[in-house]
């Protein structure tokens, strides 16, 4: 069979892979809930926001709806197992940062919403639309706040994401980063600058 | 230091790790091109819909809008350094299929666009929404079809995604998926369970 002979497969959501995130929220009565959601992503770069989308029947969706904030907060992989635990259980009845182990922390520039502490990088976000699409209704969340693991940030102060240690979800599995194979622009970058970025001597290859 | 200490940083795209992949699409006139995106996502289980926010500069932006039609191929490691050059190079002057020695073929359930032959999977999309974010504007595509390498299917007709070696984009850089940590629903599954599925004799552990 030739290397690329194609088949044709039952229309799912096959997108992949795709981040695993921790969404925290609070209601009015200040409770904290976490639910994990796997259809979260990147809309739009300036002014930055994301989309996260959420089943009615969440817990979730009743608070985000109710105080229009939710943190979004990555998942590194100390935190996978809880992370798994609060996709499949309800916060309703649960207090799934206590099932947990995790630690509520208010959220930085939002009046209601909890961070999780444990996690690497948390994004603050107010809800700026809310589209029904099926399932699933998209919030979609303009950025307001951002905090990270102090250990994350370099002696200049910059953003180390690659010793975070984060996690991708992949056709329901979840898989740490592996090999790095590249950076923006390296196809088009000198072999100097591609060794240097990559720490090694590197052929820039074909394209 | 203590482990958890925060620090407020600059409000950005920091969502990470995201997908990337190559949208590729084709105007009426026939002539096919791809851009390479990382802020896309699935958005909706049933129907299955993702989202793909492009700039409107983009030629992909002219295309896609003109057609209503486009298709979101996944990324291998062997298309890493295809899909960076979709993402730095224009199409508007260049043929990037010839550049990048990839082949066009018809797109599966669409008029106009085109896949990739070379992506693991290609998933043929028909725009149902457009919203204006900013920077950029969020295309939300209802899936139609999917094809996949045939290589993928196991015995029993299963899409293993696992085999695809998928790329993922975190913070600037393409990583391979690494270490497997675990399944949808590992957290509360039983020991033979996990055994069977992660393939070794795994503590559960604590949450």
Known sequence: MAKHDKVTVGVSTILN????????????????????????????????MLSVSIRKSRYSHKLISETGEF??????????KACDYCGVRGG???????SCSLTPVKAEGLEY??????????????????????????FI?????????????????K????????????????YLLGEKLGFF?????SEDIIAKRMGKDVKKGKK
Do not use: Q
């Open 17 to 48: 892979p795709v981040p695993v995130v921790m969404i925290s929220s609070a209601g009015t009565d200040g409770r904290p809930n976490i639910m994990t959601a796997a259809w979260a992503g990147t809309v739009n770069s300036e002014p930055p």
């Open 71 to 80: 943190v979004v907060n990555l998942v590194s992989k100390s935190l996978c």
């Open 92 to 98: 309703e009845k649960e207090d799934k940062f206590k």
């Open 113 to 138: 919403a909890y961070a999780i502490k444990e996690a690497p990088v948390s994004i603050s976000c107010v809800v700026k639309s809310v589209t029904e699409l099926g399932s699933h209704d998209m």
């Open 141 to 157: 969340g303009e950025i307001k706040s951002i905090t990270a693991d102090s250990y994350l940030l370099d002696e200049k102060g």
């Open 159 to 174: 953003l180390c994401l690659e010793n975070a240690r984060l996690v991708a979800y992949n056709h329901g599995e979840y």
């Open 185 to 189: 622009g390296y196809s088009v970058a």
